[in-house]
């Protein structure tokens, strides 16, 4: 079993940053994704950025140029940097962790972009 534990969201201004973290804990295999999706309300979620155990990452058309993805291997980590953010950028953030087949989600952090 997996445990993803999120944190970072709030409430940040037109143009601000914020920085989400998500540490991953239990039983995690050396090939791996992990990743950020978001729902805002009314809308299906939707993959934001992740990245593999060997560093390739894929990101949204909305996200790319703003938000960058990185991890800490040691630490079971994955960080999402978003510059730039924009109403648009209001919803729920849920880490992702992918590995063998099963997918398993964080709690949610809500992220308010607000002018």
């Known amino acids: 079993q997996v445990q993803l534990v999120e944190s970072g969201g709030g409430l940040v201004q037109i143009g601000g940053s914020l920085r989400l973290s998500c540490a991953a804990s239990?039983?995690?295999?050396?090939?791996?994704?992990m990743g950020w999706y978001r729902q805002a309300p009314g809308k299906q979620r939707e993959l934001v950025a992740d990245?593999?155990?060997?560093?390739?990452?894929n990101y949204a058309d909305s996200a790319k140029g703003r938000f960058t993805i990185s991890r800490d291997y040691a630490k079971n980590k994955v960080v999402l940097q978003m510059n730039s953010l924009q109403p648009g950028d209001t919803a729920v953030y849920y880490c992702?962790?992918?590995?063998?087949?099963?997918?398993?989600w964080g709690q949610g952090t809500q992220v308010t972009v607000s002018s």
């Open positions: 992702s962790l992918l590995q063998r087949g099963v997918r398993s």
């Open positions: 990245i593999s155990s060997g560093g390739v990452t």
């Open positions: 239990g039983s995690l295999f050396s090939l791996n994704l």
